[in-house]
């Protein structure tokens, strides 16, 4: 859907993008991930033909931008940074003009799709007050609909929950999974940790304008041969399970093992109260970080957090842990509410 | 995308407002008037002014004099300036583009919604000041008055330099600039001649002020740009020592419109106010997308 071959953008001596090579799959839910600065929104903008690329080249449904912008740009929603809309108009009148704007608009649907959109993100019953008094949140669905006016095959969203609120934020995903169920590709730049291993099924990373990584979500997050074990009577369990104990926190052990269920076994044939038992993931953002510097918003920094371990209490062998907080975390896949 | 861009225009509560303000300037004058009974002599102030108070017919191309150094350019340059900068800077820019809608479309629609205004904004003021006229300045004495406007065009045109011409014409019939008498029809194909000649000679400033808003996203800057390069040029039209470029500059035959209520009209400085527009559009649309269709939208 969205290939680009080296891709490079220099703002005057400033290379905001350098040699991204990205593949982006038909039915992807691709997420793209970068501290602030790192060249996510000029990657996009680069996608969308409004910013033109110092070399490289980039290719959208298999068609040439910006050479081909003109046939491509109307199969693609698109979500920029900010919703923006003409604020003395109502939502409404913003996307049958918007719609109007542009080649291959069909005037005969243009009502019944502006509201079809509406409906989508939860909007079908505004009335008819003006986008200046719409909340940062009613904004952010506009601008989502008027990306779902044109009923595209590929949705291009820029920090899409920027200001939503949980159930906006919870909407917004059950509304992309759905569109995605329906065929649609999705490709989202975000910062937001949480949102992407949600709901992605792939992710890119950018770090100072480099695609520093960019794999299937569900390879990067194997299991890491690690289980964590919640259990009662838990030296019981250290000294049953000699050596294989890499560390101890309270009640929680983690444990080597490929398999799970055996180790479950072993615990419960000793009569040792297992409260909780899950294979360790690495969690997105432990991913992100090893992978990424400081953002371009800060000047000076320490080392990258994840470099810095805070462990609390080793019991055997702390060195080949890379990871103080899957410990405390023990869900299945790595909770992802733990990023910033 | 024209219609587009002029349905936004029409939507706009600020086209209405500013077209509301350019109308209110002649309705004070005429209100001036009609209690002070008090006109500027022939040959001083705005044109046309001293003729109204014997002619209310007579106010709309004495309205249009007062509204046309000022007021219309000022609006136009500010309508203008906005028309990139400020959907830049509200961000709608890039959402129409990834529409898509060719830049250069943009700009060409974009003009032409200025150039709507423009005309709106002439027509208007040419509807409210006969109204106004007839209204408050009274109807048709029969009577009528050659002037000479201003004496901006004492130098120019036959028939122009003479002393105004005070003449009592039978009937309803009003005199022209030369003193001939014009019919009722006459003076209503010279006043849309003047209103179409206005409108473009709106056109330079409009095609400045575009080009400056696609180089800043800040529609202020254009609007005052824009506004910068017409007094400049106010300023060297009445310079004796800038004559070598006066021939050039977008303001130089603004007045020319005056010529169609001249008889016969009288076509040179027409023709010439309508080739230096063409010429700037030309040249500052060119440039406006010279430097729009390779830009990059960022905001």
Redesign the interface.
Same mark, same amino acid.
């Given at each position: 859907m969205i290939t680009t071959q080296n891709l490079t953008k220099r703002?005057g001596r400033v290379e905001a993008v350098r040699e991204v090579s990205l593949d982006v799959r038909e039915g992807d839910r691709y997420g793209l991930l970068g501290p602030n600065g790192s060249g996510k929104t000029?990657l996009v903008?680069m996608l969308? &033909?409004?910013?033109?690329a110092t070399s490289g080249s980039i290719s959208v449904l298999g068609e040439p931008i910006p050479g081909r912008?003109?046939h491509v740009?109307?199969e693609?929603g698109?979500l920029?940074?900010?919703?923006?809309?003409?604020?003395?108009?109502s939502g409404r009148?913003n996307l049958r003009?918007?719609d109007?704007? &542009?080649?291959h608009s069909a005037r005969r649907t243009r009502r019944r799709r502006v509201d079809d959109a509406l409906e989508e993100v939860g909007l079908a019953a505004i009335d008819g007050r003006p986008v200046r008094a719409y909340s940062l949140g009613m904004r952010q669905r506009l601008g989502l609909a008027?990306a779902l006016v044109r009923r595209p095959r590929l949705l291009v969203l820029d920090e899409p929950t920027n200001g939503l609120d949980p159930r906006g934020i919870r909407d917004m995903r059950d509304l992309l999974l759905r569109l995605n169920a329906e065929g649609v590709t999705i490709f989202l730049s975000s910062h937001l940790l949480p949102e992407v291993s949600a709901l992605c099924t792939r992710v890119g990373v950018l770090d100072s304008g480099r695609l520093v990584l960019q794999d299937q979500l569900a390879d990067l997050q194997k299991p890491t041969g690690r289980v964590l074990v919640s259990c009662d009577e838990p030296e019981r369990a250290v000294a049953l399970l000699d050596g294989l104990v890499e560390r101890r926190d309270g009640a929680d052990l983690v444990v080597r093992s490929a398999d799970p269920a055996e180790l479950n076994a072993r615990l419960v044939a000793a009569d040792v109260p297992v409260r909780a038992l899950a294979q360790e993931r690495r969690a997105l953002e432990e991913i992100v970080l090893a992978v990424t510097g400081a953002g371009a918003d800060q000047f000076g920094a320490r080392a990258p957090a994840a470099a810095t371990p805070a462990d609390p209490s080793p019991v055997a062998d702390p060195a080949p842990v890379a990871d103080p907080s899957s410990v405390a975390d023990p869900a299945p896949v790595a909770d992802p509410g733990d990023a910033p | 995308m024209i219609a587009v861009e002029l349905a936004k225009l029409v939507r706009r509560p600020r086209t209405w407002m500013s077209i509301a303000t350019i109308c209110a300037l002649p309705l004070v004058v005429a209100i001036f008037i009609a209690v002070t009974h008090l006109e500027p002599p022939p040959g001083q102030g705005s044109a046309f002014l001293s003729a109204v108070l014997n002619e209310g017919q007579l106010y709309p191309a004495a309205a249009l004099a007062l509204v046309l150094p000022v007021f219309l350019p000022v609006a136009v340059a500010f309508i203008a300036g906005d028309s990139i900068a400020g959907e830049a800077s509200a961000g709608t820019l890039r959402y129409l583009l990834a529409r898509p809608v060719g830049r250069t479309k943009l700009l060409i629609a974009k003009l032409v919604s200025i150039t709507a205004f423009t005309t709106l904004s002439v027509v208007a003021v040419t509807v409210t000041s006969y109204a106004t006229g007839v209204l408050i300045l009274g109807p048709s004495r029969a009577a009528a008055v050659g002037v000479a406007p201003g004496g901006i065009s004492s130098s120019i045109g036959p028939g122009a330099g003479g002393a105004p011409t005070a003449g009592l014409q039978s009937g309803a019939a009003i005199t022209s600039l030369s003193g001939a008498p014009l019919t009722f029809l006459e003076l209503i194909e010279r006043v849309l001649g003047a209103m179409a000649f206005i409108s473009v000679s709106m056109l330079g400033v409009a095609a400045i002020a575009l080009f400056l808003s696609t180089i800043t996203d800040s529609a202020l800057g254009a609007a005052l740009g824009a506004l910068a390069a017409l007094i400049a040029s106010e300023v060297l039209v009445t310079l004796n020592a800038a004559s070598a470029v006066q021939p050039y500059l977008p303001t130089r035959y603004w007045l020319a419109w005056i010529d169609f209520f001249r008889q016969p009209i009288f076509w040179r400085d027409i023709q010439h106010g309508f080739a230096i527009q063409a010429v700037y559009v030309v040249v500052f649309l060119a440039a406006a997308w010279a430097n729009f269709a390779t830009k990059d939208v960022t905001t």
């Open positions: 703002f000029t903008r969308l &033909g409004l910013v033109y912008a003109r740009l109307p693609i698109a920029i940074e900010q919703p923006a809309a003409y604020p003395h108009l009148a003009l918007l109007a704007a &542009g080649p008027a | -």
